[in-house]
Nanobody, 127 residues
């Protein structure tokens, strides 16, 4: 069982940066690939980024590529997402997710690829 707790959300202005953190419990973190999703009000939850268990492979959605960076520290059981050049369209609740697979699977951008979810942290970007 893996428990995930996100932090780092808040209210920022367009162009600002934020770093989200996701702390994981359990002894399997170093064997879990991880992902970030987001859900804006009235919209479906969408994929943002994913990282393999070793941190060597990452994928991003087109909407955040070049602005967001996912990383992890297995010694701290934590995954991060550095978000730069934030836009009002980035406003959403951001969710951390963990997969039981260490590698990134073909369906990495689907909710079904992940086994555990955090409660989310709200990011609001004002114009």
């Amino acid at each position: 069982q893996v428990q995930l707790v996100e932090s780092g959300g808040g209210l920022v202005q367009a162009g600002d940066s934020l770093r989200l953190s996701c702390a994981a419990s359990g002894r399997s973190f170093s064997r879990n690939s991880m992902g970030w999703f987001r859900q804006a009000t009235g919209k479906e939850r969408e994929f943002v980024a994913t990282i393999s268990a070793t941190g060597t492979t990452t994928f991003y959605s087109d909407s955040v590529k070049g602005r967001f960076t996912i990383s992890r520290d297995n010694a701290k059981n934590t995954v991060y997402m550095q978000m730069n050049s934030l836009e009002p369209e980035d406003t959403a609740v951001y969710y951390c997710a963990a997969s039981n697979q260490p590698y990134i699977t073909a369906n990495y951008n689907h909710l079904s690829a992940y086994n555990y979810w955090g409660q989310g942290t709200l990011v609001t970007v004002s114009s």
